[in-house]
């Protein structure tokens, strides 16, 4: 008998000290509905660098940049993929750029680029 009334106080422990704490997790405002997304911030953050070699066609640029802090790389030259319409047809080789790359499926990617005048 003793055997049965030690797990029949622990469940019942369990019953009154678990769903307030699990209740503790929920946002009560949503009511169940799924929680919406993280805004993304509006303003993120750009690296400086200069153009070493540019191929539009193969979608890749070599950069010497100074640090990209939001990846924690030092400045260094390497070269980066991007998408078609992301480096403006302005921008040629040896200029300096504002941008902002992003680790990607384990790929570095420019996202972003700007011209600096």
Known sequence: MKHLVLPAIAAAAFAFVLPPAIAQDHEHSSHG????PAAKPTSQPLSEGTVRRLDRAAGS?????????????????MTFT????VVPASVKEGDKIRF???????????VRVEAVK
Not at 33 to 36: G, I, M, Q, S
Not at 100 to 110: H, I, M, S
């Open 33 to 36: 509905a799924p929680a919406a």
């Open 61 to 77: 640029v070599t950069l010497t940049h100074g640090p990209i802090e939001n990846l924690g790389m030092s400045a260094m030259t």
């Open 82 to 85: 991007f998408k078609k319409g």
């Open 100 to 110: 902002r790359a992003e680790e990607k499926k384990g790929q570095l990617v420019v």
